[in-house]
């Protein structure tokens, strides 16, 4: 029969299945499927045939052949939670934390996050586009093919659309599949410092209708992601309270957008019990978490997202207990938060090698939560992070001969070749 591509003789292919048609739990995390000698063939964007090359070879003609030997061939790699859209940076912060100031103490002085929502405010749509564009670049070539998009520098309803259309604009010119996710609550803005609630009030009435337009939903192209997918909110000390999440949360449900927090990244606020309670794709961030959420959080569909960069970028000790995760029965998936305060990190291989070590995951737990399970935190599940049949032609090979060096080798990038629906993009 004849393919578009045809991979073989990989030392590894790593199909990561779906158990129960869903995503790896608790100790379950870690199922590689894994085929010695592998081969995978695609046809139309889409996995038509995986098995061992001498099974699927002879049947089977693809004008693109690739010889995998001594590599790893596994899915794109899914990075769920990234706000990889904004203007300048913020170095003078990293410098300033070296030199002992917190993160929330330069929140605090109207630094941080609002830093950056003057700089995002100030610059035109093309400017975001363009600078965003590099960093996408090096996400797909360290293995993203599918990525996450926030909103949330923008926090007026003009602003924040302006971002909802960088995405756009973004996701019809560039390789990496872009989930946007509106974050209007992600820092009380200064003109309503003395009123918060105030501004809780307009992302509840006139942003939240607007950016869950079921109307542009609908339109082809361009205006398609003119409406978000998910709503997040940062619930946490310095941001928004228990109470104000809810509310964000409880409007974007009423207007069908799935559900996202920040939650426990600084200060246990109950926001992951809210998520649990909800029924949000995901808790994100969950480093100073209860253990009575844990356990809700371990018998929930919602999705752990870890974001280990964060803590590493801030030079915190403490991380996700994803042991305490998985033996509540939860689904760990793993993200970098790409983001010019906390962790500028495009790398998702990097992530892989922290998780391995502050989480205390081995490489095949890690690589199943930065794929199948991150699918199936921003609700493509189904579509991508895995090989098996049927699913997005989006693989990666990686030049390394066993899936242990993934993590165990750092401050490389693995990747040598990248495939996006079944085209080669990188290599
Ligand atoms: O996930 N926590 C909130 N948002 C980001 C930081 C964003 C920023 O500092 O610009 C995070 O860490
Ligand atoms: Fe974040």
């Known amino acids: 029969m004849k393919a578009d591509l045809l991979i073989h003789s990989a030392a590894q292919l790593c199909v990561l299945p779906s158990h129960d048609g869903g995503p790896q739990r608790g100790h379950h995390l870690g199922d590689l499927g894994l085929i010695e000698d592998g081969a995978v063939v695609c046809a139309d964007g889409r996995i038509v045939a995986v098995g061992p090359t001498e099974e699927v070879r002879p049947d089977w003609w693809a004008p ?41 103490e330069i929140m605090a002085r109207g630094g941080g996050i609002m830093s950056t929502v003057r700089a995002t405010r100030a610059a035109p749509m093309a400017q975001l586009v363009a600078e965003a564009r590099p960093r996408l670049d090096r996400m797909l070539a360290h293995g993203t093919t599918t990525a996450e998009v926030k909103t949330g520098y923008g926090l007026t309803l003009a602003d924040e659309m302006k971002m909802l259309e960088t995405i756009a604009v973004l996701e019809v010119s560039h390789p990496i599949t872009l989930v946007p996710t509106f974050l209007g609550a992600h820092a009380v803005p200064e003109e309503f410092a003395h009123d918060p609630d105030g501004y809780v009030d307009l992302v509840v009435e006139e942003m939240l209708p607007r950016v869950a337009c079921p109307e542009a939903r609908q339109e082809p192209c361009l205006a398609r992601t003119l409406s978000a997918r998910f709503c997040d909110v940062f619930c946490d000390e310095g941001a928004f309270t228990l109470g104000q999440s809810r509310r964000v ?32 794709a995901s808790a994100d961030h969950l480093v100073c978490t209860p253990p009575e959420e844990i356990r809700r959080l371990g018998r929930s569909g919602t999705v752990a997202v870890s974001l280990p960069a964060t803590p590493f970028g801030l030079a915190h000790h403490a991380y996700t207990p994803a042991h305490a995760i998985l033996e509540a029965g939860g689904i760990l998936a793993l993200a970098t938060d790409c983001n010019p305060g906390t962790a500028w990190c495009e790398s998702m291989p990097f992530v892989i090698g922290l998780a391995c070590r502050y989480l205390r995951i081995t490489p095949a737990q890690a690589l199943v939560a930065a794929t199948l399970n991150s699918a199936h935190a921003v609700g493509l599940g189904e579509e991508v992070g895995s090989l098996q049949e049927g699913y997005g032609a989006d693989i990666l090979i990686l030049n390394l001969p066993d899936v242990q060096h993934l993590g165990y080798r750092f401050g490389i990038n693995p990747v040598e070749q990248v495939i996006k629906g079944g085209r080669v993009v990188v290599g």
Not at 81 to 99: L, S, Y
Not at 250 to 272: M, N, Q, V, Y
Request: hydrophobic content about 45%; some cysteine; aromatic content about 6%.
């Open 64 to 104: 693109v052949e690739i010889d995998a030997s001594g590599r790893v061939v596994c899915p794109g790699f899914v990075d769920p939670h990234t706000h990889v859209i904004w203007a300048g940076d913020r170095a003078d912060e990293f410098v300033q934390r070296i030199r002992g100031a917190t993160y929330q």
């Open 249 to 280: 949360l409880e409007a974007a449900r009423e207007l069908g957008l799935g559900l996202k927090i920040h939650a426990d990244e600084f200060a246990p606020l109950g926001g992951t019990g809210l998520a649990v309670e909800m029924g949000a």
